[in-house]
Nanobody
Framework: PVQLVESGGGSVQSGGSLRLFCAAN?????MGWFRQAPGKEREGVAE???????TYADSVKGRFTISRDNAKNTVSLQMNSLKPEDTAIYYC?????????????????WGQGTQVTVSS
């Protein structure tokens, strides 16, 4: 099975930046990031295909950038202009078929999550 390990979470003030990193133990065609805030459902943030095609949630467009290194089986999420509402646990996810949208139950593999806290 695919194993995912995230790193890079932390605390930052509003307007700041953080970069999340995820390493997989194998290649998967589609990788993504999801997040879950307290009391809310898990929501998709961004996904990227093996050819670099990306999809973003409207709430993060223009602020977040997803990228991947196929040779190293890694995916990153650069988060700029962070807002308090971005506070959540962020999860790296992967699926063994092709990207088709930020729907969590389409993803079969998940990391342990990393906390991102943005203070006002």
């Amino acid at each position: 099975p695919v194993q995912l390990v995230e790193s890079g979470g932390g605390s930052v003030q509003s307007g700041g930046s953080l970069r999340l990193f995820c390493a997989a133990n194998g290649y998967t065609p589609c990788m993504g990031w999801f997040r879950q805030a307290p009391g809310k459902e898990r929501e998709g943030v961004a996904e990227i295909t093996n050819t670099g095609r990306t999809t973003y949630a409207d709430s993060v467009k223009g602020r977040f950038t997803i990228s991947r290194d196929n040779a190293k089986n890694t995916v990153s999420l650069q988060m700029n202009s962070l807002k308090p509402e971005d506070t959540a646990i962020y999860y790296c996810a992967a699926r063994t078929d092709y990207c088709s949208g930020l729907i969590s139950h389409w993803y079969g593999y998940w990391g342990q999550g990393t906390q991102v806290t943005v203070s006002s």
